[in-house]
């Protein structure tokens, strides 16, 4: 858990730990503005946002062999994971007396991580989801901006 220094919107789901050694992986930078459902009342201060990444699928795929001009090289074989992030927001509402309220959103995500070409199809692969940082902030009474920087790594 931490604490946004500007306006003291309690974060949690940041990772704790992360892998001391990585051989696939990848980063995502998942950035929205994100609105209130049209039956939630306004937002007066953002309180709480709580983080849960989840998998939903993951699949192995043959791509082609290539270098790009920068230097990157497309191996063959690459994980495309399909996820979503559970987002939880506590506020405190412009209702009077000002009162709490919860609103949960999910945002979908999907990347693909490239891998050695001898990983073959059959094997076992693992997919973990690490939140780097959250960031929030709000944008105005029905809406906010959430920055999520997460890490995708794959064990074999």
């Not at 192995?60 to 994980?79: A, C, D, V, W």
């Amino acid at each position: 858990m931490k604490l946004e220094p500007n306006n003291m919107i309690e974060i949690s789901g940041v990772s704790g730990i992360f892998p001391s050694f990585s051989k696939y992986f990848k980063q995502l930078h998942i950035q929205n503005v994100l609105a209130l459902d049209s039956d939630k009342p306004d937002i007066k201060d953002l309180m709480r946002v709580s983080v849960t990444p989840i998998v939903n699928n993951s699949m192995l795929i043959k791509t082609p062999r290539i270098k790009s001009i920068e230097g990157k090289f497309l191996s063959g074989s690459k994980l495309v994971a399909d996820g979503k992030l559970k987002i939880e927001l506590e506020y405190m509402s412009t209702i009077v007396p000002n009162s709490t309220h919860k609103t949960n959103i999910t945002i979908p995500f999907n990347n693909g991580v490239v891998l050695d070409e001898q990983i073959i199809c059959d094997s076992e692969i693992k997919v973990d989801v690490f939140i780097e940082d959250i960031y929030v902030h709000q944008v105005s009474n029905r809406k906010f901006f959430i920055s999520i920087l997460l890490l995708l790594n794959v064990t074999n």
